[in-house]
């Protein structure tokens, strides 16, 4: 048991719940890496990625370097963190009333 | 320096002072010290965590190794942003969660073993030094420029690395992480518009940043060199095109194909390692919140990294054309090019604020230096005071005693860090790295990134990890980077030794497969089940939430009564 009397979660609901997160965290990480390693990989076997134009004078590469990659960073670690979070609600703790309801019924 | 350089640093300086002396704690409680009462809302850790995080290396040293590499400096920036997803994916919740007062606590803990604890220490002590010595040497390079003289008979350098020191070590001393937090939330805003003021500056003065970078791209890329005690322009060559010259837009001009893989690495593996950044998260009150914050810290370092990445591009294309115009550029400057790159902001805020803009940059690198200090210093306390004084030398102490086991660490960490920046002489060092602040900041990282991220990592989704096991993952991983390192500056920083200089590719799997094979053949602790649902259940933060939902209601309630007492009346 762990928390609060009123709150717990049982060793089945946890490891489920465990293997889930598991899997969504490495499913993200390799998008991750695969992104992160593209952008400098692509210089090496791609001359238009380093050399061709795109925003005024920025090659494709300086573009995901200087902007692309934090927006994709912020993006996929939002997306990560809801479905974590929703995982977690919906695997965890069963039906949770909200006490401010259960105070004004009383 | 003049009167407005002046009034701008010691006014900036005296806020950020007074808001720590003012909300220091007033008790006497290591949980008060070293986690602020665990009540960090998100927007405020995540800014405390920016301002911990993005230190000298990233104000001064992202800008100065675009200036002086190019693309290939951009990717710091890349690597310093991206190191939060993996912290986000695998480390922030299951930290908060099971919720202890540093790493080796947390270590520790887990894997019930208090040899973990202290080998963690070790290692996170080790990582603290290697992180502390770049951030007095900042110090000391923005004193340098920004008031050019000494005190005492010292030279600017080290009137700056010890100013800087003794500054800071008196706020976390007395200030405890409460104190550490505002400031650094604070140190972060300030840091963040000084940054914002300047891009709109250079934009407002009619930069074209794409238009910069392509014609920065259309030349051969020079650099500074000292010859003979002559300084000249030279030629960087390409490393990845032999026998030709690297361009600013191109990747080649500090990396070779593999060294641009493993300077990636090591600075997205070594985050999660990092000490003073990972006990900001002890200080959220839910593990859902230590997510979210993470969440907030993406976004923030994305327009950080931005911006920098700009500005440093901008200072390779402004600063030749405005020599003319501002003759104190000469002495700074090789035939329009600066000698030190960790010029290239301080310099921009001079050209496009005078000497009230030079005050603010160099007062915003000396935050950024001084809320990382801090962030260390503290996390060198919890480590010393807590897992080695409360737990070994004197585990009857008092909150009292501990607290100020705490601020004796505290000075003397700071005193060896200042003492090591000090024997190091930034000029000579200059010629050979891009920047000497962001490079030294990376041996921090493939420290923690080899020896504690991949230890971390498995004893938080493998069950079957065990306290021998993280002994030898630790161990193994330090061992490999530093030998590794030491191996690379013996051959040089070409080819093999690029990778070699940032170990992180190799010594992060090696500790890993270490840590795996010797868990394998040992044993688990035993109340893993306890510790499994203390640190991935959520029933804790459940009742946190529920708490705080019943007395948000209660407050409701009683301003509904009071409302009604009130038409009564």
């Known amino acids: 048991m762990n928390g609060d009397a009123d709150e717990h979660d049982t060793p089945a609901e946890v490891d489920a719940t465990v293997r889930t997160l598991r899997r969504v965290a490495v499913g993200y990480f390799v998008v991750f890496l695969v992104a992160i390693g593209g952008v400098p990989g692509l210089t090496l076997v791609l001359d238009w990625w380093s050399q061709g134009r795109l925003i005024g004078g920025m090659s494709p590469s300086f573009v995901m370097a200087a902007f692309g990659l934090y927006v994709f960073f912020f993006v996929i670690g939002l997306a990560a963190a809801t479905l974590s979070t929703a995982v977690e609600s919906r695997m965890l703790g069963g039906p949770d009333e909200d006490p401010t309801e259960e105070a004004e019924h009383q | 320096m003049n009167t407005a350089s002046l009034v701008v640093l010691v006014s900036l300086l005296i806020i950020v002072g007074g808001l720590a002396l003012a909300i220091r704690p007033r008790g006497v409680s290591t949980l008060d010290f070293y986690l602020a009462g665990q009540r960090v809302g998100v927007a405020t850790n995540a800014s405390a965590i920016c301002g911990d995080y993005f230190s000298a290396a990233s104000f001064l040293g992202v800008a100065a190794a675009v200036y002086v590499s190019g693309l290939d400096g951009v990717w710091y920036a890349t690597g310093f942003a991206a190191g939060f997803v993996p912290v986000l994916l695998f480390v922030a919740t299951p930290l908060r969660r099971f919720g202890e007062f540093s790493i080796p606590d947390f270590l520790g803990r887990r894997l019930a073993s208090d040899r973990v604890r202290l080998v963690a220490v070790g290692v996170v002590q080790l990582i603290i ?19 050019g003289q000494g005190v005492g008979g010292l030279s600017p ?17 007395f200030g405890g992480m409460r104190g550490t937090t505002w400031t650094q939330a604070v140190q972060f805003l300030l840091l963040l518009a000084a940054l914002v003021w300047l891009a709109i500056a250079v934009l407002g003065s009619g930069f074209n940043y794409g238009t910069a970078v392509a014609d920065l791209a259309a030349e051969p890329l020079v650099n500074p060199v000292n010859v003979d005690g002559q300084w000249e322009l030279a030629t960087t060559p390409n490393r990845l095109e032999a026998e030709s010259s690297a361009s600013f837009g191109e990747p080649g001009a500090r990396y070779g194909g593999l060294g641009q893989f493993a300077l990636i690495i090591t600075l997205v593996m070594g985050t999660a390692g990092l000490p003073h950044v990972m006990n900001r998260y002890f200080t959220s009150p839910t593990g859902t919140a230590a997510r979210m914050t993470t969440v907030w810290v993406l976004g923030l370092a994305g327009l950080f990294y931005a911006l920098a990445v700009m500005l440093g591009t901008a200072a390779r294309a402004l600063i030749p054309t405005a020599v003319d115009e501002h003759p104190w550029l000469a002495e700074l400057t090789v035939d329009g090019v600066l000698r030190v790159p960790e010029h290239a902001l301080p310099v921009l805020g001079r050209m496009y604020g005078g000497e009230a803009g ?8 000396l935050i950024a230096v001084m809320s990382t200090i801090a962030g260390l210093l503290l996390a060198s306390a919890a480590s010393w005071g807590h897992d080695v ?31 090591l920046a000090l024997g190091l002489r930034p000029e000579s060092l ?31 989704w493998w069950r079957r990890t065990t306290a021998a096991g993280a ?19 013996v051959i040089g920083d070409r080819g093999l030794g690029e990778m070699l200089m940032t170990p992180t590719i190799v010594a992060a799997p090696l500790a890993a497969a270490v840590t795996v094979l010797v868990s394998r053949r040992t044993q ?24 705080a939902r019943l007395t948000i209601a209660g407050v409701d309630r009683q301003r509904k009564d009071r409302g009604t007492g009130d038409a009564r009346r």
Do not use: C
């Open chain 2, 129 to 147: 030094l290697s992180y502390l010595v770049p951030q007095a040497v900042g110090s000391g390079i923005t004193w340098q420029l920004l008031v």
């Open chain 2, 157 to 173: 350098y080290v009137t700056g690395v010890i100013i800087s020191t003794a500054a800071i070590t008196g706020l976390v001393a």
């Open chain 2, 358 to 365: 030079l005050g603010l940059v160099a007062t915003g690198a």
């Open chain 2, 389 to 419: 004084y409360e737990r070994h030398i004197n585990p009857q102490a008092t909150q009292r005693q501990a607290v100020w086991a705490g601020r004796a660490a505290v000075v003397v960490v700071s005193f060896a860090s200042a003492g």
């Open chain 2, 430 to 460: 200059t010629a050979l790295l891009p920047s000497i602040v962001a490079t030294m900041v990376t041996w921090a990282f493939a420290l923690a990134g080899s020896a504690l991220t991949p230890v971390f990592i498995l004893a938080i």
């Open chain 2, 471 to 489: 002994v030898a993952g630790m161990v193994v991983g330090a061992l490999a980077a530093v030998a590794m390192f030491v191996a690379g500056a």
């Open chain 2, 524 to 547: 688990v602790p035993e109340d893993l089940e306890l510790l499994w649902l203390k640190m991935h259940g959520t029933a804790a933060d459940r009742h946190a939430m529920r708490l």
